[in-house]
């Protein structure tokens, strides 16, 4: 096996002080620092990397970087991996400074003084841009930043004030078509797509009712929906609707005044509210007005 030599990045220096062939260490020194520096190899051209010193987060960041490089080009790994626990707030920091992707977490996977622990995963390629890069940090920030979901529906009225609602396969709770915008979507033409996905048919959208944030829910995260407009049609064109038979069960009209019961708790807030003055736009929270 290659002789490991010192790694230097100014007065950073990292000696090698154990190295076999699944595991190389070393051993930080720096002024007002201690620690170490580990790789290890897990599987064919992956390898984890740990650290543990006392010399506060740009330290550990420079030395993690560091054995990241030689790691890549010494040892000719294509993926290095971080594992921390999520709470641990620094270490997540470390992971991101140095180029790991933030990839996601493993619920319950180790356990620690009896207790079982997530472990979230930080993942880094050799050909991934590097921190110091536009393209290699906004992808870092993308990975750890929240991702919200958007929701887009459709609010379609016929000439006597009835709105269309759809029975859906998976709850009792009638609900208005459309959908989760997906990645890379825009809403409106999320909107568009899970309405002809739904019931067959694209109408125009004539523009936004509403805007709302939804709080955590039955296992959902929070998300920000869009109330579109599907304008006001004669009560026949449910006749040339055409709902998929899956997902989408069968559809109707139905009265503002008559959807307590029938609907979602949020849509028995926000639209009656909304049928009752559609020329305006709401801002909701939870289906509540934001004063």
């Not at 933030?102 to 995963?121: I, S, W």
């Not at 909701?284 to 007005?289: A, C, F, S, V, Y």
């Amino acid at each position: 096996m290659t002789t490991v030599h010192p790694l230097t990045d100014g007065e950073l220096t990292l000696r090698p002080s154990q190295e076999d062939q699944q595991l190389v260490t070393f051993d930080v020194e720096h002024s007002g620092a201690t620690g170490m520096v580990e790789v290890r190899r897990t599987t064919p051209g992956v390898g984890v990397v740990t650290w543990a010193m006392d010399g506060g987060p740009e330290v550990a960041q420079r030395a993690v970087r560091l054995v990241a490089e030689y790691a890549f080009t010494e040892l000719g790994l294509e993926r290095l991996q971080v594992e921390v626990d999520p709470e641990i707030h620094a270490s997540a920091r470390v992971a991101i400074r140095s180029g790991f992707r933030r990839e996601g977490v493993l619920r319950g996977a180790v356990q620690v003084h009896g207790e079982r622990r997530d472990l979230a995963v930080y993942g880094m390629r050799n050909d991934d841009p590097r921190p110091d890069t536009l393209t290699g940090w906004t992808a870092l920030m993308d990975s750890a930043l929240p991702k919200k979901r958007v929701i887009a529906h459709v609010v379609v009225r016929d000439t006597g004030g009835r709105v269309l609602l759809c029975q859906v396969s998976y709850k009792t709770d009638l609900e208005l078509p459309g959908g989760v915008v997906e990645p890379d979507e825009d809403p409106a033409t999320g909107a568009t797509r899970e309405m002809h996905e739904e019931v067959g048919v694209a109408l125009p959208l004539v523009g936004v009712l509403a805007i709302d944030w939804l709080p955590r829910w039955e296992g959902w995260g929070d998300a920000v929906e869009i109330l579109y407009d599907g304008g006001v049609h004669d009560p026949s064109l449910i006749d040339t609707l055409q709902p998929d038979g899956f997902e989408i069960r069968s559809i109707a009209w139905h009265a503002p005044d008559a959807l307590e019961g029938l609907v979602s708790p949020l849509n028995a807030r926000r639209l009656p509210l909304i049928l009752a003055d559609p020329s305006r736009l709401y801002n909701l929270r939870d289906g509540q007005p934001i004063s």
